[in-house]
């Protein structure tokens, strides 16, 4: 029995990781893994073995067949194109120091976040994850070799039985120059900050209100609450608000996103877990949805191309989002703060979740601020916005010219994969706010 | 059907007692076991001599607690299972979704998993066990289209509330789980949350189910008990002995609970497993401890060590959380002007600190005397959760396990919904 395709991931990861706590080392720990996966479709079905003892090649694509025939009683008869692509070779130098001398970084990078007395605990982690990716298929073979890393910092300020928590991170694909010069203490000091000023800070007042987001928070929407619904697996399973949309006008004019798994920054890769080269796509352009994003099944069904499949491990490549952002407009920032007149300044993001059926979003801003005759005015803490995808979209109406991409982490189906995203300044007229 | 996948891994996690602290390492080559070993101990030594680290569990010290036996956590008819099986058991889902009319599957999923897993030390401690677990989920949408011309012409198909979801799942250590029924859950409670109404503002007595009140105590409860938090002033508990829930709320942890997502004899250290009341009738009693921790404090560890996998570092986490109350009814029939939740969108963004959230309420009804009258189009719960215990009033009969937090739906008085 032979597979209409099959294809062999095998990845090396090692992974480092540190954790400073008011000075003291509470954490350090170091590992080594491998696995290889192999993925057979036949007749519709998909038939995927892995494992983590050097398995081999051709028993297990025999054992993938095996699953694949079962799979395919009950599959849908689809084709899986095929996409011609010359073998590839690259290496990125995510240059990293010793351990000794990335600890003594870290170590001042956390006495920078104990600017004052009432800042009572302050922690500093690192992580970083070199990864080995060799792919082939049965006509070519590609490989890469990648080191992301990140940093964290947080700082607990307490006073008059008041506890307020402030946090920064950085995620990025230099290794340990992400931890040096001058911005991570800028962070460090950023973060202690906040939380200082959010034990004087008031309750926002709640309802409706007209909003800027700044840039992590504008990119943290765009993922959860577009990106996520542009994911051809969800769109195919009925899952998404977008389906069924595409040429239709679904926002303001003023926004354009982007998907860009070239742009160097933590969602970058030179491949993806199914060997496509992949390329910038564009989501919505003035405020028209363009695309969705595909990985090789989504892509084969739907006649698009794929290069958005990535899995965490050796988990299944599903649609997946790379770098996502929305592009610059021409607005100055205090021309944003005019248009605003009245309103809340919502900065940062403590997470956030998505029904990308219902279109319905909610997430916590880290902190935000009263804007009043244009003016920022006080500080304001557990600020929440939630709404409508669409609607939102909708009420767009000025965006700003200062674009920043943020490194983070996605979940989906249990599986987590690094991405960027990232926003400029946005107005949104109108957003239920959260708050006493 | 997408596809069928089976995957196997094995490996090693290595603690080292050296210079004064301890490090670890891991591997899944075992050829690689003295290097990492190496590099263990060379973690340790970047972290330099640790006062408060008492070094292992010890087999002496524990003689007087018998390791006991767990009950049903192995069966080996999931073991058994094949392909074919499984499929069936996939076909069950979504055939389940298919009889309620109107609504389509957005996706299933059954999978199985068998784990093997051995902890020894230097200190004595020489433990062996094996698990099983079987998982069933089901995600189902109904469409409520609006055919109206005025609907077509604004577009406003989706904006009308015109598709609703929600989700179902179960998780047993032992082959026993309905998958129809899951899928008929998931179904039911889609078609039921169409043409939702929004509500007043205002305050609210509220239902959450075993979903929605497990999301609240997993991402805060679970935070605030922690020992080492406790410790370090990062939780809103602090002392023992205090009411800190309702006069009928008892919490109890417990790692030898039948059948359980946390159930072994031991932790992941080795130490034996056993009950922990948490909450005894609204009095906090205890939290838990790893054995660091816990040696840091002068006390005993809980038996709460534990590992995501052989690769992750044993830190503090619940093993059965288990709520209950000494009222048990049916709270739905207790509430006169309510609402039920049944899951919140984004409990994790809630402040694990201070216990303050705003969550989303997803698949939500208002209730009227004691019946469930209409879905909810939009609502979210602003509240904070240590005001929360103290209002449980009634938990239900409807005990489910929710990976490690096993609670019944409960009846919550008196919160603020915008």
């Known amino acids: ?436 | 059907m997408e596809g069928v996948a089976k995957s196997s891994s094995r490996g090693f996690g290595i603690r080292v007692n050296y210079g004064g602290n301890f490090g670890f390492a891991s591997t899944d080559d075992e050829k690689d076991l003295e290097k990492r070993i190496d590099a263990a101990k060379k973690n340790a030594k970047l972290k330099g001599r640790d006062e408060d680290w008492k070094g292992f569990v010890g087999a002496e010290e524990d003689k007087d607690k018998r390791r006991e036996k767990v009950e049903g956590i192995y069966d080996h008819h999931i073991v058994d299972l094949n392909g074919e099986e499984m499929i069936e058991f996939v076909e069950s889902l979504m055939e389940g979704i298919k009889s309620v009319n109107g609504t389509l599957p957005i996706g299933g999923e059954v999978s199985t998993v068998r784990e093997q897993f051995r902890i020894i030390n230097t200190n004595g401690i020489e433990e062996e066990e094996k698990r099983t677990m079987i998982y069933g989920s089901a995600e189902a949408s109904f469409r409520n289209d609006c055919k109206s011309s005025i609907c077509k012409l604004k577009n406003q198909r989706f904006l009308n509330d015109g598709m609703n979801s929600a989700y179902d799942f179960a998780i047993s250590r032992a082959l026993d789980i309905d998958f129809e029924e899951i899928g008929r859950n998931a179904a039911n409670l889609a078609k039921n949350s169409s043409k939702g109404k929004k509500i007043r503002s205002g305050r609210y007595d509220l239902v959450l189910s075993p979903l929605a009140a497990s999301e609240l105590f997993d991402n805060i409860f679970v935070h605030a008990i922690n020992g080492e938090e406790v410790m370090k002033g990062r939780s809103k508990f602090s002392n023992l002995g205090e009411e800190v829930g309702n006069a009928g709320l008892t919490i109890l942890d417990d790692g030898l609970f039948k059948g359980g997502c946390g159930s072994t004899p031991f932790d992941d250290e080795g130490f034996p497993s056993g009950k922990n009341y948490i909450l005894d009738e609204g009095i906090l009693k205890n939290f838990i401890y790893d054995s660091y921790t816990a040696g840091k404090e002068g006390k005993k560890s809980t038996g709460n060590a534990v590992r995501a996998d052989y690769s992750s570092f044993p830190e503090i986490d619940v093993r059965n959380l288990i709520v209950s109350h000494n009222e048990v009814g049916d709270p739905i029939e207790e509430m006169r002007d309510g609402i039920l939740i049944n899951s919140f969108i984004g409990a994790h963004t809630s402040n694990e600190i201070t216990g303050d959230f705003s969550l989303e309420g997803k698949n939500a009804f208002k209730v009227e005397r004691g019946e469930i009258k209409y879905p909810i189009k939009s609502l979210m719960v602003y509240g904070n959760f240590f005001d929360l215990l103290k209002a449980i009033v009634i938990a239900g009969r409807d005990i489910k396990m929710v990976y490690d937090i096993v609670t019944p739906s409960i009846l919550v008085e008196d919160q603020r919904v915008i």
């Open chain 1, 1 to 436: 029995m032979q597979a209409d395709f099959y294809d062999v991931r095998r990845c090396e990861i090692e992974n480092r990781a540190f954790a400073i706590e008011d000075k003291k080392i509470e954490h350090v720990s170091s590992s080594l893994d491998h696995f290889t996966v192999v993925r057979a479709f036949l007749d519709g079905g998909w038939g995927i073995v892995s494992s983590n003892s050097d398995p081999d090649e051709e028993a297990v694509l025999k054992d993938a067949i095996k699953l694949a025939k079962l799979s395919s009683k009950r599959s849908k008869k689809i084709y899986l194109k095929r996409y011609e692509i010359k073998d590839f070779k690259q290496k990125i130098e995510g240059r990293l120091l010793r351990e000794e001398d990335e600890l003594s970084i870290l170590r001042e990078i956390e006495e920078s976040a104990k600017i004052d007395e009432r800042i009572k605990n302050t922690k500093v982690s690192f992580s970083s994850s070199r990864m080995k990716v060799l792919y082939k298929n049965d006509h070519h073979e590609e490989f890469y070799d990648l080191c992301r890393s990140g940093y964290s910092i947080s700082a607990i300020a307490k006073e008059d039985g008041e506890m307020q928590y402030g946090a920064e991170r950085e995620y990025g694909i230099e290794g340990s120059d992400i931890i040096e010069g001058d911005r991570p203490h800028i962070l460090a000091k950023k973060a202690a900050d906040t939380s200082i000023k959010l034990l004087k800070a008031s309750y926002p007042p709640s309802g409706k209100k007209r909003v800027i987001l700044d840039q992590e928070l504008g990119g943290v929407f765009i993922h959860e609450a577009v990106g996520h619904a542009t994911e051809a697996d969800i769109v195919l399973a009925g899952d998404s608000i977008l389906e069924g949309k595409i040429g239709e006008k679904i926002g303001s004019e003023m926004i354009n996103v982007y998907d860009d798994p070239t742009m160097m920054e933590y969602g970058y890769y030179p491949f993806d877990d199914e060997g496509i080269i992949p390329k910038r796509r564009a989501l919505i352009e003035d405020g028209v949805l363009k695309g969705y994003l595909h990985n090789r099944e989504t892509a084969s069904v739907l006649n698009k191309e794929p290069g958005n499949g990535r899995a965490d491990g050796d988990e299944v490549p599903i649609p997946r989002m790379s770098n996502t952002f929305i592009g610059d407009g021409d607005m100055k920032f205090e021309e944003l703060l005019e248009l605003v007149s009245d309103g809340v300044y919502l900065c940062g993001s403590r997470g956030g979740e998505v029904s990308t059926a219902e279109g319905l979003f909610h997430f916590n801003a880290k902190k935000g601020y009263i804007i009043r005759k244009g003016e920022i005015g006080g500080m304001v803490k557990d600020v929440s916005l939630s709404g409508n995808t669409l609607e939102t979209l909708k009420t767009i109406v000025g965006v700003g010219n200062d674009l920043k991409i943020n490194g983070g982490h996605c979940g989906k189906e249990g599986q987590t994969v690094p991405v960027g995203s990232g926003s400029p300044h946005l107005v949104i007229s109108s957003c239920l706010i959260g708050g006493e």
